[in-house]
């Protein structure tokens, strides 16, 4: 019955095959081939057209490309017309049709050569005639595509009705073996079942957690005998395998509890300690040695743990011979694992004090503890009593473990380092601090005198003086009155740098002390020639701060806004409150000399001084806008901006956040003056 089924599939198959091959191979092909060339043919027509109408002849690229495309589609066509297996008046007329497409072809193709060498000579062609050849071309091609068609769908339904014939002929063939094959099924299925059922049991104990359940491998026929047998074998391997993932997890736990203890340590020797204990106890070993080296591999920091069979080594001074082999190893990426020193003594040489008698070393792991190119120290995992095949996953946890040694190595010098530095930073602090204050101090006792002096001289209190005496102590003066500016500006800056107490906060009122700042700078006005024009805010514009540094900033602001002025210019200050925002804002504007462009960026950089103001050599240190940003901004969280236009003007804007009472009462003393 199976051969009866195999042989009508066969042969239902072999003319499916040759119907769906003709298809495949003939008939689809050749009705592509035939499309192709319309495609081609259009494509030719198109730039024909195109080229004509727009005299681009980069329109034509598509028609010099396509003569060779029509030749290539109408051979492929000619080859599977011959192909086709019609015959009669039916394959006369399949030639007659592919010739009459050619014919019309070539005949367009010749009228379509003299068209485009008369556009080419710029004169005008008469394209009617080309189209009247080509639709005589696109009917012939029609007219092979339809009846391309037809054939195309009788060997479809060709095909498909001996599809049908032949499912119903392999149905009837597969019932009738079926029926045979359940007769004889059921005499065979008493040796299977039995053993395939034992099987199932099996695998089901084994799902519910009975790793080691077997199956029995004395009944049934040879090859479920053989089934059961490799199925035993694959659980015994696979238990084996379960034993490796259980080690190697135990093994991941300890190097993950063994980081995060020494990543928790004080110091180098603490984390040492813990790595000897977790390493030993965690891997069943009878001795770990760590230490770190020194430059000359001296040995620095020792720890050690042992087993309780196991006495303490009281002279670890041999670790120091080991000192070469380790940073041999560290070098070349290495480590070393023995599993028995006494039958590998010429490679254990170089391992001599593991060796020695007192030690009793038999078989070890020794990893290299560095960084980059330095080498720190040494791990070994030692066991005593017996030899030990070691694990790669023991292997890995000794290195991961010297890993996290050397970072914390790293870690504590690191961290000495930085704490060296910060001392230094705050001495040296502390000694610029000091210095400021005592070159500022003797700076300004003798400035003092010398003013004083310079006074009397100048209200003659030591006699008349000429005329050129006069301009000398002039010019005594203004010098003398910049350097009492400079020696305030570093102080004020040794001051802030200093930092302000926010504790000594109070309510300062911004009408106060705008006030105060222009009573104070109008005879610096009035000397330059410049208008002040002041509007001091509203009442309610205070601010939470230390008033002597506000007014410094304020100070800084204004008089850089009066010395860079024009004589007879205009210098506004004002302030307003922006209640909605809760900002306090003071601006500043002149009409001066204004800065450049390209020094806007490093104005408020200490020290430095817009190129014009240079050059038309306006005095100045440099430091006023720096310290008034720094006050307004790291001192009492506002901002300071700055916009200027060269030889137009300047404006500087203050903004500060407005005093809340709910942020700290005003202590006795606050500035409220002039509210």
Not at 37 to 44: G, K, S, T, W, Y
Not at 500 to 520: C, H, P, Q
Request: hydrophobic share 45%.
């Amino acid at each position: 019955m199976l051969l009866v089924v195999s042989f009508t599939a066969v042969a239902s198959l072999e003319v499916q095959s040759e119907n769906i091959g003709r298809l495949t191979l003939v008939d689809g092909p050749a009705l592509d081939a035939n499309n192709q060339v319309l495609q081609a043919m259009n494509d030719a027509q198109i730039g024909l057209s195109g080229y004509q109408a727009t005299g681009d002849r980069a329109l034509l690229q598509p028609y010099f490309g396509a003569h060779d495309r029509t030749t290539a589609s109408l051979a492929s066509l000619a080859g599977k017309v011959a192909q086709e297996s019609v015959s009669g008046a039916d394959a006369a007329r399949l030639t007659d049709l592919a010739q009459g497409q050619a014919l019309a072809a070539q005949r367009w193709w010749a009228n379509a050569l003299v068209v485009e060498q008369t556009l080419t000579a710029g004169r005008r062609a008469d394209l009617f005639q080309s189209r009247a050849m080509f639709d005589t071309f696109a009917s012939a091609n029609h007219s092979l595509g339809d009846y391309l068609t037809t054939v195309r769908d009788q060997t479809r339904l060709a095909a498909r009705s001996l599809s049908m014939r032949g499912e119903a002929l392999g149905i009837a063939a597969t019932l009738v073996a079926l029926l045979a094959m359940l007769i004889l099924g059921g005499r065979v299925a008493g040796r299977i079942s039995a053993p395939l059922r034992d099987l199932r049991d099996t695998m089901a104990r084994q799902r519910a957690g009975e790793r080691g359940a077997r199956a029995r491998e004395d009944q049934g026929s040879l090859e479920l005998r053989s089934v059961a047998g490799d199925f035993n074998s694959l659980t015994q391997q696979n238990l084996a395998l379960l034993k490796v993932q259980a080690r190697d997890l135990g093994t991941q736990q300890i190097t993950l509890q063994i980081g995060r203890a020494i990543r928790r340590a004080s110091d180098t020797q603490e984390a040492l300690d813990f790595m000897c204990v977790a390493v030993g106890e965690g891997l069943g070993v009878d001795r770990v040695i760590a230490n770190t080296f020194g430059v000359e591999h001296e040995v620095r920091l020792v720890a050690q743990w042992h087993g309780p069979d196991v006495r303490p080594l009281s002279d670890l001074g041999g670790l120091q011979q080991l000192g070469g082999l380790a940073e041999e190893m560290w070098l070349s990426g290495g480590f070393r694992a023995q599993a028995d020193l006494h039958e590998s003594q010429t490679q254990s040489e170089d391992l001599g004090f593991l060796a020695h008698d007192e030690t009793g070393a038999r078989a070890v792991i020794m990893v290299p503890v560095g960084f980059d190119d330095r080498l720190m120290g040494m791990i070994c995992v030692i066991m005593v009593r017996q030899p030990r095949s070691w694990t790669v996953a023991e292997a890995n946890v000794v290195q991961a473990v010297a890993g996290f040694v050397a970072k914390a190595i790293v870690a504590a010098e690191h961290q000495d380092y930085q704490r060296e530095y910060v001392e230094r930073i705050e001495t040296l602090d502390r000694q610029k601090s000091d210095f400021l204050a005592t070159v500022s101090h003797e700076l300004r006792t003798p400035l003092t005198s010398i003013i004083g002096y310079l006074e009397l001289l100048q209200d003659h209190g030591a006699g008349e003086l000429s005329t050129q005496q006069q301009q000398m102590l002039q010019v005594i003066d203004r010098n003398a009155v910049r350097l009492r500016s400079l020696i305030e500006d570093v102080m004020v800056l040794s001051r802030i740098e200093g930092g302000v107490s926010k504790a000594g906060f109070v309510k300062v009122s911004i009408r106060a002390l705008i006030t105060r700042v222009g009573e104070e700078l109008s005879v610096l006005a009035a000397d330059r020639g410049v208008t002040l024009e002041i509007a001091a805010g509203p009442r309610e514009a205070a601010v939470l701060g230390d008033s002597a540094s506000l007014d410094r900033a304020v100070v800084n602001v204004l008089s850089n806004a009066i010395k860079f002025s024009r004589p007879a210019g205009v210098v506004t200050i004002a302030c307003t409150l922006d209640p909605i925002a809760a900002r306090v804002v003071i601006t500043c504007q002149d009409h001066g000399v204004g800065i450049p462009a390209q020094d806007l960026p490093d104005l408020f950089t200490r020290f430095f001084r817009a190129s014009n103001a240079t050059d038309q050599s306006i005095p100045g240190t440099g430091l006023g806008l720096s310290i008034a940003k720094q006050i307004v901004e790291d001192h009492h969280g506002g901002e300071m901006r700055l916009t200027s236009i060269e030889d137009e003007g300047t404006t500087v804007v203050i903004d500060l956040p407005v005093y809340e009472p709910s942020q700290t009462q005003p202590m006795v003393g606050s500035d409220s003056a002039g509210e």
